[in-house]
């Protein structure tokens, strides 16, 4: 009996996902296993939305953003009923083994179905960059390469109208999409959630920047950063922070929240190839048997950890990027 693996993609789109997707399928082939797509994640699989793939169904897609086994979050698969129904598809379409491309949520959901005799094995994909056990997931070099087009359009007009512009990127509670970008855009301030901030020392710094005839200012600000009104509802934290600073310094502002373009796009060389070379080696590892695994690039290097310790683990931002910043904004 041929072996088959599934895959799945989970938790919110990352460009890349493709070429993950384009190399399990021809590593599976390689190592004679058949490969099945899984579609829409965890809903689609206890749903049973599978089926088998070929090599010439994963052409043309290494340079497309988004995933074409679709993804979806699945409310039912959070409970036991719901993951005994998935466990169940699996066996039905004699399919043992999994990789899971998502992110953390999609890695706690790929636990419970190793704990249930799947051989399961876990690649970082998600644009925020907060998984922990890898440098890197894919995505997030493509997401920071978007936002820094984007910055840099902005900022033509902000030097045009002599204005302090905020722009708003995703994260959810990371801030490394503001941090790496910010700081690749030379932006003169970055709020991220891992460090809090003081908005009177931004009007500060903006007074003392326009003393020297700075005529305009980019602030970069990640999603997660603390509210003005301390509330964690969807209020934007930029719409807010502008509006203050538009109050107590009195130069014009302008908003832009970029929201889910940064989720799309063709990916990245860097992106295609940590997708490539992360798909394979869990392949690989399924190939072998040894699941409960998450996949990782560490120093360049694959390196795979049990998935119970990765998800253990917290994800650290570099915080020598924030120090570099910090030197390179003073005024
Ligand atoms: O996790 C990826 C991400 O893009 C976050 O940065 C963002 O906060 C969230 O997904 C948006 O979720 P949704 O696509 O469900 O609106």
Known sequence: MVRRVGILTSGGDAPGMNAAIRTAVRTALHYNLEPWAIYRGY??????????????????????????????????????????????????????????????????????????????????????????????????????NTVMDAVNKIRDTASSHDRVYLVEVMGRHSGYIALYSGLACGADVILIPEVPYNLDDVCEKLRQAAKLDKTYNIIVVAEGVRRLDDSDGSASPAMQIGRYIANQVGLETRITILGHIQRGGDPTVRDRLLASRLAYHAVELVARGRGGKMLGEVNQQITSFDLAYALAQEKQLNMDYYRLYNILSSI
Request: proline share 4%.
């Open 43 to 144: 809903h689609g699989l206890i749903h049973g939305e599978l089926e088998p793939m070929g090599s010439r169904d994963v052409s043309g897609i290494i340079q497309r953003g988004g995933t074409v086994l679709k993804s979806a979050r699945s409310e039912e698969f959070m409970t036991p009923e719901g993951r005994d129904r998935a466990v169940d598809m699996l066996r039905q379409h004699d399919i043992d083994s999994l990789v899971v491309i998502g992110g953390d949520g999609s890695f706690r959901g790929a636990l419970s179905l190793q704990e249930q005799g799947v051989n399961v094995v876990c690649i970082p994909a998600t644009i925020d960059n907060d998984i922990p056990c890898t440098d890197y997931s894919i995505g997030f070099d493509t997401a920071v």
